[in-house]
């Protein structure tokens, strides 16, 4: 049953989202309407790399049967398989941050910045 089960689930997706003529709150503001109409198609086997990730790592504050995630947001290196890995974080119930990592091999430093 779904009480006995304890695990990160997590699933690919591909969408496309319009990023011309927005700032980054109007991207967002697109991205959480695609997501949350389900706008979305499942990866091709042999695709699932092409596309740039947006990861949202959203954290459960509220406290269940005594049990809380208690968040650690300590740097650590970031390396890309896609050619652009943005992780959007949230490290408290009041914010969020987002990390960028670019695959080295497709963008220089120049690029990078």
Do not use: C
């Not at 989202?17 to 109409?37: D, R, S, W, Y």
């Amino acid at each position: 049953s779904e009480t006995d089960m304890v695990g990160l689930f997590a699933d690919v997706r591909h969408m496309e989202i319009q990023t011309k003529g927005l700032n980054f709150v109007g991207v967002a503001m697109q991205l959480h309407h695609t997501v949350k109409e389900r706008l979305w198609r499942e990866p091709g086997l042999a695709t699932q790399f092409d596309p740039p990730l947006i990861n949202f790592e959203w954290t459960d504050f509220e406290e269940l049967h005594g049990f809380a995630q208690h968040v650690n947001l300590g740097e650590r290196p970031e390396w890309a398989r896609h050619d652009l890995k943005v992780a959007i974080e949230q490290p408290d119930l009041h914010s969020w941050r987002m990390n960028v990592a670019f695959r080295r091999e497709r963008y220089d430093e120049a690029e990078r910045e």
